[in-house]
């Protein structure tokens, strides 16, 4: 079974600032990682994903993140937060379906990111 | 333009009423999905299919129903609507094809159940 774990319900920066948001995951082989970002009365949005690769993925708006396979970790990181980023914010992983697994992706339970000017 | 459509936005409802929620997509996508999500909330999948004739129960259970006729059209049905459906509903897409996998989301439905 796979699972994602996003341990903060809330993270809250100042502008200006490095942002992360955490995430980790359990999956059966290699996994394919993504994070989306959800502002209000919308649907998500792809924001990055890893694959294969590089272990630093860059995506839109600036947003970043680091695939670390030791640490099952997929933290989303920005180097200068804004305030219009300030929004919802889902890892989600899945198997890869050649190696018999599920397309279907598993969401962790969202972190709100409150960037305060 | 390529996209995923959903109607309509906002629906308020009385109870014991048959409702259905549309989705389609113009990418040509083989997979769509429907999650229910309440307002700042976790996102649960309540049903999924990989093609055309293809459709199979989600996670969270409903009382919903879903059917894929075309490709591009995926709708959702209430056959009666309770309080306790009241939520937003999001419709989503993928491909599978080498580069892609990532999902592509709709704007969402926002259901009010009286």
């Known amino acids: 079974a796979q699972s994602v774990a996003q341990p903060e319900d809330q993270v809250n920066v100042a502008e200006g600032n490095p942002l992360t948001v955490k995430c980790t995951y359990s999956v059966s082989g290699n996994p394919y990682l993504f994070w989306y970002v959800q502002y209000p009365n919308r649907g998500l949005q792809f924001l990055l994903k890893y694959i294969t690769g590089d272990n630093l993925v860059k995506g839109s708006y600036g947003f970043e993140a680091e695939f670390n396979k030791s640490q099952t970790s997929f933290h989303l990181k920005k180097p200068s937060a804004l305030v219009s980023d300030s929004a919802l914010y889902f890892c989600a992983v899945r198997a890869p379906g050649e190696a018999g697994g599920s397309y279907i992706p598993t969401f962790g339970r969202g972190t709100s990111l409150i960037v305060h000017p | 333009e390529a996209d995923i459509y959903q109607t309509p936005r906002y629906l308020v409802i009385g109870t014991g009423k048959k409702i259905t929620l549309e989705c389609s997509q113009t990418m040509g996508h083989d997979k769509m999905y429907w999650y229910q999500q309440d307002p700042g909330m976790e996102l649960h999948l309540i049903h999924y299919s990989y093609g055309v004739n293809s459709t199979e129960k989600g996670d969270l259970s409903s009382e919903s129903t879903v059917s894929r006729i075309r490709t591009e059209h995926f709708p959702l049905t209430l056959e009666s609507a309770r309080p306790s459906h009241t939520s937003q509903y999001l419709c989503?897409?993928?491909?599978?094809?080498?580069?892609?996998?990532?999902?592509?989301f709709g704007p969402g439905t926002r259901l009010t159940v009286l």
């Open positions: 989503a897409s993928s491909v599978t094809r080498t580069g892609f996998n990532e999902q592509f």
